[in-house]
T-cell receptor
Framework: GAGVSQTPSNKVTEKGKYVELRCDPI?????LYWYRQSLGQGPEFLIY????????DSGLPNDRFFAVRPEGSVSTLKIQRTERGDSAVYLC???????????FGEGSRLTVL | QQQVKQSPQSLIVQKGGISIINCAYE??????FPWYQQFPGKGPALLIA?????SEKKEGRFTISFNKSAKQFSLHIMDSQPGDSATYFC?????????FGAGTTVTVRA
């Protein structure tokens, strides 16, 4: 498809487990972003990649969260020792440059029981 | 700390009516103000955006009004249609990091 693809669309896990969320950006987009959206709230910035490197990871809540983009395309958000408070929709977005015109995927809904 | 404050939280409008959503910001470094539309189960999609060198931008039935001195901007949806029923987010940035408002759920009654 032509849009940003995120998998899985839904993930239910138990407290303490490890999860990985994958994002496949629009082809040719060099910038990739992860946002987190809690119920009834706007998306909150987590991390920004320009190419392969994380240019800004200031939004990651703590060291249980980590993201990679090894080849400058697909990105994986990794959450260790999940907590119930991690439950949210994790949105990935990409863009040609670091502009405000982001193209979002449909998100991965994470539920931690 | 929420950098962009959005109101109202929700609104109901009759088909053909005007929907107005307001946002306010504090960071004077912000120089790009997009609005995103989000349908249930979908990701946000860019609707319209403005830079602070203009006071108004119109695209079809959607208009952004921008007041730099008041640090406020608003979205007007003219001739609202049932298909406009969605959640709308204002946002602001001066680089790559978007700060979003909390969202306004718009319901258009037929």
């Amino acid at each position: 498809g032509a849009g940003v693809s995120q998998t899985p669309s839904n993930k239910v896990t138990e407290k303490g487990k490890y999860v990985e969320l994958r994002c496949d950006p629009i082809s040719g987009h060099t910038a990739l972003y992860w946002y987190r959206q809690s119920l009834g709230q706007g998306p909150e910035f987590l991390i920004y990649f320009q190419g392969t490197g994380a240019a800004d990871d200031s939004g990651l809540p703590n060291d249980r969260f980590f993201a990679v983009r090894p080849e400058g395309s697909v990105s994986t958000l990794k959450i260790q020792r999940t907590e119930r408070g991690d439950s949210a929709v994790y949105l990935c977005a990409s863009s040609f440059t670091n502009t405000g015109e982001l193209f979002f995927g449909e998100g991965s809904r994470l539920t931690v029981l | 700390q929420q950098q962009v404050k959005q109101s109202p939280q929700s609104l109901i409008v009759q088909k053909g009516g005007i929907s107005i959503i307001n946002c306010a910001y504090e960071n004077t470094a912000f120089d790009y103000f997009p609005w995103y539309q989000q349908f249930p189960g979908k990701g946000p999609a860019l609707l319209i955006a403005i830079r602070p060198d203009v006071s108004e931008k119109k695209e079809g039935r959607f208009t952004i009004s921008f007041n730099k001195s008041a640090k406020q901007f608003s979205l007007h949806i003219m001739d609202s249609q049932p298909g406009d029923s969605a959640t709308y987010f204002c946002a602001a940035t001066h680089d790559y990091k978007l700060s979003f408002g909390a969202g306004t759920t718009v319901t258009v009654r037929a």
